[in-house]
Nanobody
Framework: QVQLVESGGGSAQAGGSLTLSCAAS??????MAWYRQAPGKQRELVAT???????YVVDSVKGRFTISRDNIKRTATLQMDHLLPEDTAVYYC???????????????WGQGTQVTVSS
């Protein structure tokens, strides 16, 4: 199976910044995304990016978060600026299903990294 490893989580003050990274164990061709889940809430989409770099972020983080990827390094990054307390959540990296050299890889999820933003 594919392994996705997130890093960069931690604590920050409101208005601060954090950078989350996701490293994949295989080459990445499909859409990569970041989701988050706050306590007592459903997991929600934060941002997506396709192999060509076309990016999308949800309205609640637009202008504050930026998603990017490096297909050579097999990484996806979520740059989070102007953090708000409501950004507090566990953030998960996602890689869509892929086929590489005839082998099928199902959608993959990282273990998650905690982001805590205080006032």
């Amino acid at each position: 199976q594919v392994q996705l490893v997130e890093s960069g989580g931690g604590s920050a003050q409101a208005g601060g910044s954090l950078t989350l990274s996701c490293a994949a164990s295989i080459d990445v061709f499909s859409i990569m995304a970041w989701y988050r889940q706050a306590p007592g809430k459903q997991r929600e989409l934060v941002a997506t990016i396709n192999r060509d770099g076309a990016a999308y972020v949800v309205d609640s983080v637009k202008g504050r978060f930026t998603i990017s990827r490096d297909n050579i390094k097999r990484t996806a990054t979520l740059q989070m600026d102007h953090l708000l307390p409501e950004d507090t959540a566990v953030y998960y990296c996602n890689l869509g299903k892929q086929a590489i050299n005839g082998k099928w890889y199902e959608e993959s999820w990282g273990q998650g990294t905690q982001v805590t933003v205080s006032s």
